[in-house]
């Protein structure tokens, strides 16, 4: 069973279903909204040429998410 938690913006309770979604979530459904989203995704290519080599090879992408800042609602 999932505990719900409050959201770390506005201290309302976060969705169960939610947390099960996204269990690394801090901040509820309509603050994720005000916010443009609680993460920022960045991607990168994977270069799979030796190095110093002038061929340029890409093995693929990799992405990472990073998370906004969250200031408590009101405060901004």
């Known amino acids: 069973m999932i505990v719900p938690q409050p959201c ?3 201290g309302n309770e976060i969705p169960a279903e939610r947390i099960e979604a996204l269990p690394e979530t801090m901040v509820c459904v309509a603050c994720s909204k005000e916010m443009g989203g ?5 991607t990168s290519a994977e270069k799979t ?3 110093g ?3 340029k090879n890409y093995g693929g992408y990799s992405a990472r998410k990073i998370r906004k800042p969250i200031k408590p609602k ?3």
């Open 49 to 51: 040429s030796k190095e």
């Open 53 to 55: 080599s002038l061929k």
């Open 8 to 10: 770390a913006r506005c």
């Open 74 to 76: 009101g405060s901004e």
């Open 38 to 42: 609680e993460f920022t995704v960045v």
